[in-house]
């Protein structure tokens, strides 16, 4: 296996960072979901909007990295056995949840940077606020964070329903391509 | 002697509006010499301190008759302010505020009890996070009379505590902080 993509089969980099993302997601999802009903006297009251902020900044870098690795390293063209409409649907699929991770993260920024404090990530840097004091600024972020977060879960569901039905429907290698098989 | 006789005018003055009847003041929100601040024990340790930005509202009052005095208070409450975001966007959520189906809360008297030089118990209907609850605020007449810029104005502050769980209010900020002080600071210019 090798680090690029090739025109047929997923590199190392772009696997990792696929299965990095997808933890990443949902694991912010589910620790946002969770922290917004703690106890004001919980432990992780404090600790876990801190944790969900600082992964949060990482994904975003991440994700900047995969973009950028997209460019550079494009992906595998798509399986001869899919229809028109097959890659015209997962292209979008792909594109809207790229474009919805970015708009989310940097929504969830918004709230935090509202006032103009920073986003202190784990203590090694902090993000400074670039936007803030925009009217109702941390309300409409909000809002925008907590709605399009669980449209991008629901997606992201559609998304591994529809690798599944490749793989156990179609009995193609959609699915096993994402951990490094090749197209054939 | 120009001084005695300035302050004779002055008292004289201060008594002929006291003898009119009880005179309409208007919240000074141009100016914004008028606050509503709330105060709140965070663990027992220290006070947090907040304000609505947005509110608006008018009295009536008469020094020689204060049982005669009104007061209206209508306060926006996503203007809640407590000098940080994340906090404040949790205010006005349904932990707390619920600021999208109860904008805004109202303070309306029903009796004002003189208690003293210059001070009283101004009773009225409070209606916050949807409920309407009888509180007393204590207000004492921080002073009145004219501005330099051709007005009469009338100041006061006054202050009562709220239970959180009697307002519907479902967070819980442990033993020390089930109680907030609401605290208001008006200047009204008489119109």
Known sequence: ?184 | MLKKTLAALALGGALFAGQAIAADYAIDKPGQHAFINFKISHLGYSWLYGTFKDFDGSFSFDAAKPEASKVNVTINTTSVDSNHAERDKHLRGSDFLNVSKHPTATFESTSVKSTGEGTADITGNLTLNGVTKPVVIQAKLLGEGKDPWGGYRAGFEGSTTLKLKDFDIQKDLGPASQEVELILSIEGVRQ
Do not use: C
């Not at chain 1, 550079?72 to 949840?97: D, E, I, M, N, V």
């Open chain 1, 1 to 184: 296996m090798q680090w690029r993509n090739t025109p047929s089969r997923y590199g190392v980099l772009s696997i990792l960072l696929h299965w990095l993302v997808a933890l990443a997601v949902f694991g912010l999802f589910g620790l946002g979901y969770w922290m917004v009903g703690l106890d004001y006297y919980s432990s992780w009251y404090r600790t876990a909007p801190d944790l969900h902020k600082g992964i949060g900044i990482l994904l975003f870098m991440v994700m900047l990295l995969r973009l950028l690795w997209r460019l550079y390293s494009p992906a595998p063209a798509a399986l001869a056995s899919h229809g028109r409409w097959t890659r015209l649907a997962s292209h979008a699929g792909h594109a809207f949840l790229y474009l919805g991770l970015f708009v989310l993260m940097i929504s969830g920024y918004l709230i935090s940077t509202a006032d103009g404090r920073a986003i202190d990530v784990f203590g090694l840097f902090q993000v400074p606020a670039l936007v803030s004091g925009l009217p109702s600024q941390e309300d409409i972020a909000g809002l925008v964070h907590e709605y399009l977060a669980w449209t991008l879960v629901i997606f992201a569901g559609i998304h591994a329903l529809a690798a599944l039905k490749h793989h156990f429907i179609d009995r193609d290698a959609t699915l096993l391509r994402m951990f490094g098989r090749d197209s054939d």
